[in-house]
């Protein structure tokens, strides 16, 4: 089974040095759902076992590959 870490970006915690990087509104709340969705597809197939991480990566866990979220957004529309 492969076992495969999917990080939100802008999650809390977040890393050293970037807690300051908040994102644009909604921004948290789209990487989530996405990283969300993937975790549990990942989890459906037998073959893998997805793992989610907040924006702090805990260099303690053992993966065999990772997808990094990130969403880019503008605070005014126009």
Not at 3 to 9: D, E, F, K, S
Not at 54 to 61: E, M, T
């Amino acid at each position: 089974m492969k076992r495969i870490l999917v990080q939100a970006g802008h999650q809390r915690p977040l890393q050293p040095g970037h807690e300051t990087q908040t994102g644009a509104p909604g921004e948290v709340e789209l990487v989530t759902d996405i990283q969300h969705a993937l975790v549990s597809l990942l989890n459906q197939d037998p073959d893998f076992h997805g793992i989610p991480a907040p924006g702090l990566l805990d260099r303690n866990v053992d993966v065999d590959g990772a997808l990094y979220l990130h969403a880019d957004g503008l605070a005014a529309p126009s």
